[in-house]
């Protein structure tokens, strides 16, 4: 079974909001990826968990704060975001092994108003 | 620096055909690992096919091959008897290398191709 599913699906909120992302695995997968993607570009990294501590932070703004609460879950917590951090934002998981396949969840769809 | 090219845009097939996406990539390291996915417009990143550097054959899964040339550094994925439910975008990737990343490492990204399979 390789399923990642995140919740939710669409997500509108403004700037002053606060919103969490949800992402989850069954896979007993040891490593967890948050990505950005914008339309037509590919996806771009924005943290790994790894063993569920935090293992790269590619310079997001602290605007985005992700949490590891255990080996199967992994948020995105959202505050005072701005109308180009509107996106779909992608969870993957993989094995810490020397392949570390990445499986995606479906996404979710952000718009910041 | 490692590099993923993806040159075309954009591709056509026809149903029940076969069709070639192309994508080459650039690196100085002997161990690495190339992997194709698949995004429908609904968004889900869908892993398709590995291929390691040291994997003498080249991989196969269902329909879709991975035709791997080392020494012209491409990977191209083939992809049989085109159905309507290929049309999506197609991105190649290239994990990090370990001994440059340690652990976790990045997955370098192709700019992708859109391909429309006509009925």
């Known amino acids: 079974d390789t399923e990642v599913t995140q919740t939710p699906k669409h997500l509108v909120m403004g700037m002053t909001n606060k919103k969490s992302l949800k992402c989850e695995q069954h896979?007993?997968?040891?490593?967890m990826y948050w990505y950005k993607q914008k339309a037509k570009k590919p996806p771009e990294l924005m943290f790994v968990?790894?063993?569920?501590?935090?293992?790269i932070n590619e310079s997001v703004p602290s605007r985005f704060s992700p949490e590891c609460p255990n080996s199967s879950l992994l948020n995105l917590h959202l505050h005072a975001l701005q109308p180009e951090d509107s996106a779909l934002y992608l969870c993957?998981?993989?094995?810490?092994?020397?392949?570390?396949?990445?499986?995606f969840g479906p996404g979710t769809r952000l718009l910041v108003l | 620096a490692q590099k993923i090219t993806q040159t075309q845009p954009g591709m056509f097939v026809q149903e029940k055909e076969a069709v070639t996406l192309d994508c080459t990539y650039d690196?100085?390291?002997?161990?690495?690992?190339l992997f194709w996915y698949k995004q429908p417009s609904s968004g889900e990143m869908i892993f398709l096919i590995y291929?390691?550097?040291?994997d003498e054959q080249n991989a196969t899964e269902g329909r879709y091959s991975l035709n791997f040339q080392k020494a012209r550094k491409s990977a191209n994925l083939v992809i049989s008897a085109s159905q309507l439910g290929d049309s999506a975008m197609y991105f190649c990737?290239?994990?990090?290398?370990?001994?440059?990343?340690?652990?976790?490492?990045?997955?370098?990204w192709g700019l992708g191709t859109s391909l429309a399979v006509n009925p």
């Open positions: 990737a290239m994990r990090e290398p370990a001994q440059r990343a340690g652990n976790n490492r990045k997955l370098i």
């Open positions: 690196t100085s390291d002997q161990s690495y690992g």
């Open positions: 896979m007993g997968h040891r490593a």
């Open positions: 968990y790894s063993y569920e501590k935090l293992s």
């Open positions: 993957a998981s993989s094995q810490v092994d020397n392949v570390e396949t990445q499986y």
């Open positions: 291929q390691g550097s040291y």
